[in-house]
């Protein structure tokens, strides 16, 4: 079965800092990783997805990510934040012979003035 | 313009009542979805379904059912909602095909039994 654990459930940053956002999966066989935003009242958006193309994903907004399999992580990073940044951000996972994603517990972030 | 719709957004009903939450797609996709969301936990996968006429539990139990007669419309129906059945529903869905799709969810629907 697959997991994902996101550290911290809450993450402030000064507008203007770095924004990094932690997730870790657990599967057995290759991953697909995705990172989802959800700003309030609602659904999820994508961010960016890695499916076994490059290890480096860019995404919508100025977020990237990195997939790095030898520490099982899918941190998500963006170079300066902005006050728009705040909301709760999804990672999730999935696997090709698999039918369904598994989501982390999200985190909230809050980008301060 | 390709979309994913729920209906009610927000629901207040009493207990014992039968309600059905709408979910609605225009983009054509064959696999729809159902997640209960609750605060400071994972998306819980409570139905999906893979085609017209498909349809599964997901992990978490669940008293509610759906149903698949159209590929664009999957409604989720709980016969006699209770106050435990307080929640966020997102319906989503997402192409057929690998699992590396993403899924498109709808904008939610925020229930609330009394």
């Known amino acids: 079965a697959q997991s994902v654990t996101q550290l911290g459930s809450h993450v402030s940053v000064s507008e203007g800092a770095l924004v990094l956002l932690r997730c870790n999966y657990s599967?057995?066989?290759?991953?697909?990783l995705f990172w989802y935003v959800q700003y309030p009242n609602q659904g999820l958006q994508l961010l960016l997805k890695y499916t076994s193309a490059a290890t480096l994903v860019k995404g919508i907004n100025g977020f990237e990510a990195e997939f790095k399999k030898s520490e099982t992580s899918f941190h998500l990073t963006k170079p300066s934040a902005h006050m728009s940044d705040a909301a709760e951000y999804f990672c999730?996972?999935?696997?090709?012979?698999?039918?369904?994603?598994?989501f982390g517990t999200g985190t909230s972030l809050t980008v301060i003035p | 313009e390709a979309d994913i719709y729920q209906t009610p957004r927000y629901l207040v009903i009493g207990t014992g009542k039968k309600i059905t939450l709408e979910c609605s797609q225009t983009m054509g996709h064959d696999k729809m979805y159902w997640y209960q969301q609750d605060p400071g936990m994972e998306l819980h996968l409570i139905h999906y379904?893979?085609?017209?006429?498909?349809?599964e539990k997901g992990d978490l139990s669940s008293e509610s059912t759906v149903s698949r007669i159209r590929t664009e419309h999957f409604p989720l129906t709980l016969e006699s909602a209770r106050p435990s059945h307080t929640s966020q529903y997102l319906c989503?869905?997402?192409?057929?095909?690998?699992?590396?799709?993403?899924?498109?969810f709808g904008p939610g629907t925020r229930l609330t039994v009394l």
């Open positions: 599967s057995s066989v290759p991953p697909y």
């Open positions: 379904s893979y085609g017209v006429n498909s349809t």
């Open positions: 989503a869905s997402s192409a057929g095909g690998g699992s590396y799709n993403e899924q498109f």
């Open positions: 999730a996972v999935t696997v090709n012979t698999g039918n369904q994603f598994y």
